[in-house]
């Protein structure tokens, strides 16, 4: 069965550390997203890709970079970890087409920088 | 722009209770809407979806009918289980154009036996 998965699941590092959590999926989906959730924030976005080698800022992407050279894999990295960037990290993932299709999420990794 | 609202929780209710959790939008043209669910320590998973005006979704229970002329996308359900405690998030997705959905701020619900 297709899938989407994220590592590690948990993740402890310090401030000024660079830290980078993976995300594969095996749906061939062209459309790649990170997401970050925190309490009294619900779900922001802050990176997507529609696509090989396309990249696009979400509305919280300060701090964090992607980069997309297959279809399978989205990593995230923080460059400098910070303890505001402490949080639970989702990937997701959907077809292109209509504006219509369900996105597909991983389960998740808890990010803590001390 | 696009937003979505939805109430606030925690929603607390006794099993086999009706469930209710109310969601409202604001969109142009004609958006798809959805139910996501989250379990804790999960991701989000579909609960379900609708894609016209009138639609209804439905899924293990749960309904949901996509209203345009009161913008609504209300989740529903006849009699909650202990296992249906989660925190649940009704979305957006534009028609057209760009891929990304509208999360509303999700509402947690507890059921207790």
């Known amino acids: 069965d297709a899938e989407i998965t994220q590592s590690p699941r948990h993740k402890i590092t310090e401030t000024g550390r660079q830290v980078t959590l993976a995300c594969h999926q095996t749906?061939?989906?062209?459309?790649m997203f990170w997401y970050r959730q925190d309490l009294g924030h619900g779900l922001r976005l802050i990176h997507y890709?529609?696509?090989?080698?396309?990249?696009n800022k979400g509305e919280v992407s300060d701090g964090y970079s992607v980069s997309r050279s297959n279809t399978e894999d989205l990593p995230l990295t923080l460059e400098s970890a910070a303890s505001s960037q402490t949080s639970v990290y989702f990937c997701?993932?959907?077809?292109?087409?209509?504006?219509?299709?369900?996105?597909?999420f991983g389960p998740g990794t808890r990010l803590t920088v001390l | 722009g696009n937003s979505v609202t939805q109430m606030e929780g925690p929603v607390t209710l006794s099993e086999e209770a009706f469930l209710t959790i109310n969601c409202t939008y604001t969109a142009t043209g004609y958006p798809s809407l959805f139910w996501y669910v989250q379990y804790p320590g999960e991701g989000l998973q579909l609960l379900l979806k609708?894609?016209?005006?009138?639609d209804k979704g439905s899924n293990k229970g749960f309904e949901a009918t996509y209203r345009k002329e009161t913008t609504s996308f209300h989740l529903e359900k006849g009699s909650v289980q202990v296992s249906d405690s989660a925190v649940y998030f009704c979305a957006l997705s534009a028609s057209g154009g760009s891929y990304i959905p509208t999360f509303g701020r999700g509402t947690s619900l507890i059921v207790h036996p």
């Open positions: 609708a894609t016209k005006a009138d």
């Open positions: 749906w061939n989906h062209n459309n």
């Open positions: 997701a993932s959907s077809e292109a087409g209509t504006g219509g299709n369900e996105q597909f």
């Open positions: 890709s529609y696509g090989v080698h396309d990249t």
